[in-house]
């Protein structure tokens, strides 16, 4: 996600993506929900089911044993300005869900990767533009050494659609800065539709560059979750529905959704995990390189969250 001037709504934040485990799981058994409501859930969950193929590491359902699971969380620059090609996920994240707590990732979309099947240098966010979500899938559970267990993608026009949906939410921010327009000032923010992809795609103005945006990204993540867990009115879950139903694509089924309700209740609880590396020019290409020690210690997080040696 570049910050060139562009529209200031422009890239949506994928992490959208956790919220669709809870989001729906608190939507859908809610004690007292009507049949009406219940069907129509089902109806958008339903809408969102894209199953695809990959290698995968494991074969089991987690889900329905309450078991630790993984999601991956893309993010793509998709879905508005006339923008319909396969495009690049510009947001990467993993999280392993447990039922008391949620280990969420961030990885680099600059990350110096191997792809399979794609010889040379390559950036990690360059998998999910040569072979979509499955090429993504493949990457990320090679490049992590863990089963990756579904995904969950969802465009820029979904992240402000979702925003307007739960309303706003409250940050704090540590950096004063101005984007597309909008000025934030350091201290608690006020974060909602219309400012929500300044605030979250930033990183010229930002030292830390990627990282100090991830971070933001991270932030406004379990803000949200929070704010969704809280909501208590019908009408607020279906119009959050409506919002991910025509944005998003996972490979979580309704049943899914149902089984995270019941047993993973407390996973709004989330530990925020950052991979980090330095950046290097490569034959005139800027790549993120990531030690092998500092991705040891990751891997070795997410192995212990999902339970596996």
């Known amino acids: 996600m570049d910050d060139s001037k562009k529209h200031h709504h422009h890239h949506r934040r994928a992490w959208w993506k956790w919220l669709l485990g809870v989001l729906l799981a608190l939507v859908v058994v809610n ?5 009406k409501f219940y069907f129509s859930a089902k109806d958008a969950v339903d809408k969102t089911y894209k199953k695809v193929s990959y290698k995968k590491k494991r074969t089991q359902d987690t889900i329905s044993s309450g078991k630790p699971f993984s999601v991956l969380l893309l993010g793509t620059d998709t879905g508005e300005y006339g923008r319909s090609y396969q495009g690049r996920s510009d947001t990467i ?3 392993a869900v ?3 707590k949620t280990t969420l990732v961030s990885i680099p979309r600059d990350t110096l990767v191997t792809i399979a099947g794609h010889s040379g240098n390559n950036k990690i966010n360059a998998a999910y533009a040569y072979d979509g979500v499955s090429g993504a899938l493949n990457t990320l559970q090679s490049y992590l ?10 465009n820029m026009k979904g992240l402000e659609q979702l925003s307007a949906a739960v309303g706003s939410v409250t940050v704090y921010n540590d950096l004063d800065f101005t984007a597309d327009g909008y000025h934030f ?7 909602n539709s219309k400012n929500i992809l300044a605030y979250t ?5 930002d030292s830390r560059g990627d990282y100090g945006r991830q971070l933001r990204q991270r932030m406004v993540i379990q803000a949200m979750v929070k704010k969704i867990a809280s909501l208590d009115s019908l009408t607020k879950y279906q119009s959050i529905l409506n919002a991910i139903s025509s944005n998003m694509k996972t490979d979580l089924t309704f049943s899914d959704v149902k089984k995270i309700a019941s047993s993973y209740s407390k996973a709004t609880n989330i530990e925020q995990v950052q991979l980090k590396g330095s950046g290097q020019m490569i034959d005139g290409v800027s790549y993120e390189v990531v030690s092998q020690d500092a991705l040891t210690k990751v891997q070795n997080t997410l192995k212990t969250a999902l339970k596996i040696k």
């Open 31 to 35: 004690g007292g929900v009507a049949a």
């Open 93 to 95: 994240m993993v999280a």
């Open 98 to 100: 447990a039922s008391n």
């Open 145 to 154: 050494d863990i089963p990756i267990d579904h995904y969950v993608e969802i």
């Open 185 to 191: 000032a350091k201290g608690n923010v006020t974060i």
């Open 201 to 205: 795609r930033m990183r010229h103005q």
